[in-house]
């Protein structure tokens, strides 16, 4: 009679770890017995907590997620300083430092996956294989100029007219379909239309909105030291994001780096089993996930 199948034992450990201008917080989910290399799971703005769903798939590996600096257990020395995907990659390596060094396997999601393309443009010997799922590398569209002026506007909206006026032109632009008119042309998003407050609280400092957006799609991505690097970079996009600025941004950038982008299931936030409403395919995205890290894709 054939053994029951058991799941590896996993024991979570939180670490923190000081880098110039922050203290990074990180979690090591370790199983009692581990295949392959570490894995890290990274988002940015989005903290550990949301890959906490698809960790659970992936109890054979030492899973590593953290919170980015300015977000959530992560502090900043100075919370008024610009932060860059070069200060984050930064982060990445000194982190896969405290592992005990590279190669690692990394899944990266959104603005994560933009700082995991500078970290491996800047520390190729980091990374096995990057999957890097719908980066909002947005200078690499034929339409980058309107692009980057619409994320401009959402950080001027944001600084004059507070949360929910800037949110409301976020979930516009990232959700219009295909090429992004003048920035005159773009229609002016009623914020209760997305249950959002049109007033001003006062309150400034969001992550996404204040910290990362402007650096993150502005960045300009080393191509040619992607290129290079020894790291397999694998572009992902969601199956329901067809048409959409992260669905068209990974498909040029595969493109320019000369590879094909991997359709995964559901939409940009898939991998979670529900991201405030939006239901995600965890246990399929991390079939597909493991299919691409195991070279079967």
Do not use: W
Not at 221 to 245: F, M
């Amino acid at each position: 009679m054939p053994e029951p199948m058991t799941t590896p034992r996993t024991d979570v450990h939180t670490h923190t770890l000081e880098t110039p201008g922050a203290v990074l917080t990180y979690d090591v989910r370790r199983p009692d017995t581990a295949a392959g290399p570490p894995l890290l799971m990274i988002g940015s703005p989005m903290d550990a907590g949301g890959f906490a769903d698809l960790a659970t798939h992936f109890t054979d590996r030492t899973v590593v997620t953290y919170d980015p600096r300015g977000v959530e257990r992560s502090t900043r020395t100075d919370p008024s300083a610009e932060v860059t995907p070069h200060d984050h990659a930064d982060d990445l390596h000194r982190i896969i430092a405290a592992l005990g060094g590279g190669p690692v396997d990394v899944f990266a999601s959104s603005g994560g996956a933009v700082n995991a393309l500078v970290l491996v443009a800047t520390h190729p010997d980091d990374g096995r294989t990057l999957v890097a799922h719908e980066p909002p590398a947005v200078d690499v569209l034929p339409d980058r100029e309107q692009a980057l002026a619409a994320v401009a506007d959402i950080g001027r909206t944001y600084q004059a007219r507070g949360f929910g006026p800037a949110m409301a032109k976020f979930i516009a632009l990232t959700s219009h379909q295909g090429p992004i008119p003048d920035l005159a042309d773009l229609p002016e998003p009623d914020p209760a239309q997305f249950g959002l407050p049109a007033d001003d609280d006062g309150s400034r400092g969001d992550p996404l909105l204040e910290q990362n957006l402007i650096s993150c799609t502005h960045h300009r991505h080393d191509l040619d030291a992607l290129r290079r690097a020894p790291t397999r970079v694998v572009i992902g996009v969601g199956a329901e994001s067809a048409g959409a600025l992260t669905d068209r941004t990974s498909a040029a950038l595969a493109e320019q780096l000369g590879t094909t982008a991997v359709t995964f299931p559901s939409h940009h936030a898939g991998f979670v089993a529900d991201d405030h409403g939006m239901q995600g395919e965890p246990e399929a995205f991390a079939a597909t996930l493991r299919q691409v890290l195991d070279g079967d894709t």
